[in-house]
Structure formats: C-alpha cells, structure tokens
C-alpha cells in the first residue's frame, strides 16, 4: 500500500476562502461511472473527493486535479478522526476491508461490501459493516448491534446531537436515513448515499462558519450526483471554465444552514 502511504504523506494545502453556507442544495456533476463517491473536507476548509470507478481505481479529485491513488478497490468512505485527521475506509475486490489512518494501514476484516467509520462525541469509533450475505452489522463501543438484513450500502455521519447516524440503501436500491431526529426515506434508484458532516465547528472554532453537510448519492445507473448546503459549489478538480471556484468557496453567498448547533462538545 505504498501508493497510499505517499499520498496521505503529502504537504497540507492552504486553506481555500469559506463563507456561511447556504440552504440544501443540489448540483447536477458531469457524468461519470462511480459506484461509490465520497467527499471530504479538511480543517482548512479544503475539499476532497473519493471515487471508485468501474475499473476499480481509486481516485482522489480535489482542487489541483485528479489524483489516481490505487486499484482493486470497491468502496471508498472518508472519514475525519477526533483530531481532525483524513481517514479512509477501503473495501477491496476480493472483499478485504481495511483502514487507513494516521497510526497506518490496518486489515480488519474480510467478507465485507462496504464499510464506515465515524467518531461519536466522545471519540469513540463506530464502524458499520454490510458483509457479503447483505447483513450489516454495527460495531461500537457498546458492542455489536445488527442493523438490517437484505442491505446493500450503508455509510455513517455525526449528527447535531453527537450520535452516530447512518445512511442505508437496501437491495430493492431503496434509500433511507436515520438519527436522532427519526428515519426518513430518501429515495429510490440509489446504490449508495455517503454523507460527510463537518464537525469542526462543533468543537469550538464558530469562525469556520456553520457546519457543511454533503451527501454523494450513486444512481443504479451508475450516475453521481451531489447535495450540498453550498448551493454554488463546483466539482473539485473540474475545469469548468476561468470562474470556477477553490473548493468551499461560497462565491459571498452569506446564507446559514439551518439546525447548526454549537452549543456543546459534539452535535
């Protein structure tokens, strides 16, 4: 895994402008074969995202470009750990899941389809696992809790209140999203929903602006498409013309996302 201990060693690049986010929005991204996107951001503001095409290379797109990390992946969730460091959760082609994280790269387990991590507010980390009989399992620091049969991706995220939710796409291609607020279905057609939550903010550092919360949503048609509460927010790496925007550029739009609470340790 040289490839990627060379990648997650390079320089940290300098922060790009933010500004508040504005409300939900969704952006129409050019078409590409992804069965399994995932966004990042840096405590810099920085955006990153992480694609799984249909030959199984893994690349990372961001503002310089796109950047081929690796092959004989096939699933690729980004995390950030409680000290704000860029984590990777891998799915490998022959069912292998490991992770790679600042103490290195770590085998966890095999028989796997799709994996995340995510550290609730008190720093511990919850991984939820959908295994190759389509059952998902989630391991924390309470134990291990089933989470569902007939799934075919699940990614976790943070939540306002600091627990752990989770995005879950069952086999009939039907997306649901759970928390503390309840469950709600989020559509059909879908692969995978991966959701980043930008927690940084939460933690004591308000001048970062509200909280940034992207979903990247891969269509059965193999389609990509991102909702992000930055409503003007251009692909990172796409060179859509001499007004493209650093990732986490807001262009001035001085709207607040709604539900951002700052008031204690976590969400």
Do not use: C, K, Y
């Not at 503001?45 to 249909?54: A, I, L, P």
């Amino acid at each position: 895994m040289q490839w990627l201990r060379q990648w997650l060693r390079r320089p940290a690049r300098r922060a790009a402008p933010r500004a508040l986010r504005a409300q939900l929005g969704v952006e129409q991204l050019e078409r590409r074969d992804v069965p399994s996107a995932s966004t990042f951001i840096d405590l810099a503001g920085n955006r990153m995202e992480f694609d799984v095409d249909v030959n199984q290379h893994l690349i990372e797109r961001d503002a310089q470009g796109e950047h081929l990390l690796g092959n004989g992946v096939e699933f690729a969730h980004a995390f950030r750990d409680p000290q704000g460091r860029l984590g990777v959760d891998l799915v490998f082609s022959n069912g292998q899941f490991a992770v790679f994280d600042a103490s290195g790269f770590h085998v966890l387990a095999n028989n796997i389809l799709t994996a995340s991590t995510t550290f609730d507010a008190n720093g511990h980390a919850v991984v939820d696992l959908v295994f190759t009989n389509h059952t998902a399992l989630r391991i924390s620091s309470a134990g291990a809790q089933l989470l569902g049969n007939n799934v075919l991706t699940v990614s976790n995220f943070r939540d306002e209140a600091g627990n752990v939710g989770l995005e879950i796409v069952f086999t009939n291609h039907v997306a649901f999203e759970i928390d503390s607020t309840g469950a709600r279905m989020l559509g059909n057609g879908l692969v995978s929903i991966i959701r980043f939550t930008d927690d940084f903010v939460e933690v004591g550092h308000r001048e970062r602006g509200p909280r940034q919360v992207v979903r990247d949503a891969v269509f059965i048609n193999a389609h990509h498409e991102q909702f992000d509460n930055d409503g003007v927010h251009e692909e990172p790496g796409d060179d859509r013309g001499a007004g493209e925007v650093e990732p986490g550029d807001d262009h001035g739009d001085h709207g607040t996302e709604t539900g951002d609470d700052h008031s204690g340790p976590g969400r």
